[in-house]
């Protein structure tokens, strides 16, 4: 049962082009989460989505930064016009359940580096 | 605002010797707390989780206590080992009950 998987691994952009960042929940997993590493700091939630929907955005900039859960496919995490402020590591992680009560799993994450 | 407070940043001890590792935290009332382990450029990955009616859970050398009173768990790993060597962070499910929020951390050393 493959775990989390997340592309790419390490991603580089120049200030003001796009960064997309995919992840692929584990099997059987509805549940997803986005999380953002900066270096020195803790993990900061930044948004919970389900299939189709997003459930929780609240930690999530208000400009440049999007995600989804398409129904076929994997999550994306989308930054628009990046500044080098968005360099950073960005974990996703999934869980199974109906019920908030159990462990994530997480991907080995994606490390944005912006020029 | 809920804050989640590790206070060492850094731990470092012989090997052999028991590490604990504090976790506080203000302004709710969590159901669980869980902890992780993360190596350097890895994703972090679940060790144990710990109920609000538990005061102590244990797994293998791990150890995890928590004092809804103190608002505080405790997370102690017995006989340690170089390979302990890693950064742990403790998470708590936040107010609307919808993501974990997380520690900062504290880097662990285990020298032999």
């Known amino acids: 049962n493959a775990g989390v998987m997340q592309n790419p691994r390490h991603l580089v952009r120049r200030r003001g082009q796009e960064a997309r960042l995919r992840c692929s929940p584990m099997k059987g997993h509805s549940h997803v989460y986005w999380y953002r590493q900066l270096p020195e700091e803790g993990l900061k939630f930044m948004v919970y989505?389900?299939?189709?929907?997003?459930?929780?955005e609240s930690g999530m900039p208000k400009e440049r930064f999007s995600a989804e859960f398409p129904k076929e496919g994997p999550s994306i995490l989308r930054i628009q016009q990046v500044v080098r402020g968005d360099s950073a590591a960005y974990f996703c992680a999934s869980s199974p359940g109906t019920e908030n009560t159990g462990e994530l799993f997480f991907g080995e994450g994606s490390r944005l580096t912006v020029l | 605002s809920q804050k989640i407070e590790q206070n060492s940043e850094a731990l470092n001890i012989q090997e052999g010797k028991t590490a604990t590792l504090t976790c506080n935290y203000t302004n709710y009332s969590p159901a669980y707390l869980q902890w992780y382990r993360q190596d350097p450029g890895r994703g972090p990955v679940f060790l144990l989780l710990?109920?609000?009616?538990?005061k102590e859970k244990r797994k293998e050398r791990l150890k995890v206590t928590f004092d809804t009173t103190l608002k505080q768990s405790l997370f102690h790993i017995t006989a340690s080992q170089p390979a302990d060597s890693a950064t742990y962070l403790c998470?708590?499910?936040?107010?609307?009950?919808?993501?974990?929020?997380f520690g900062k951390g504290t880097t662990l050393s285990v020298s032999s």
């Open positions: 989505l389900q299939k189709e929907n997003i459930i929780d």
């Open positions: 998470a708590l499910l936040n107010q609307a009950g919808t993501a974990l929020i």
């Open positions: 710990i109920r609000e009616n538990e």
